[in-house]
């Protein structure tokens, strides 16, 4: 495999079905909310909401192309969105630590090398592991 190709996988989306019922529920949240607010008219979101349903119900296979759009829309989103997220919670979680760890010259995984070590082995206590600890883990 060329390095520049990349493994297609096979997404398989929700059914037409459920997408127009999330869709609808969806539509009734914002009908709601300008209801509630008042700061739009809430009847369009509810003829929206009775027409997916509707479609749901009778003609499922009409929502089939939105139903793909919207899939291809959210994986999209994610290869966006999972870098940035994963990469700020590195930034937040793991550098300062690794920083406060450093500063206070903690070696928590215990990696200098000792010359004079005769081995790294690190004793333990057996009572953590004893046999009978093992009973009744679920």
């Not at 070590?117 to 004793?123: C, E, F, K």
Request: glycine content about 8%; charged content about 15%; aromatic content about 16%.
């Amino acid at each position: 495999m060329n390095t520049r190709e990349s493994v297609q996988v096979n997404f398989e989306g929700p059914s037409d079905r459920k997408f127009g019922y999330s869709f609808a529920v969806i539509f009734l949240c914002v009908a709601a909310y300008g209801y509630l607010k008042g700061t739009f008219d809430w009847r369009a979101p509810v003829g929206l909401a009775i027409l997916f349903a509707l479609l749901s119900r009778v003609f499922p296979g009409v929502l089939h192309s939105l139903n793909v759009v919207w899939f291809k829309f959210g994986l999209l989103l994610s290869k966006l969105a999972n870098p940035i997220v994963m990469g700020v919670m590195y930034c937040v979680a793991f550098v300062p630590v690794a920083v406060l760890l450093r500063v206070f010259g903690k070696d928590v995984l215990h990696r200098k090398i000792d010359k004079n070590a005769g081995s790294y082995w690190v004793n333990r206590d057996q009572s953590p592991s004893a046999p009978h600890s093992f009973r009744n883990q679920f």
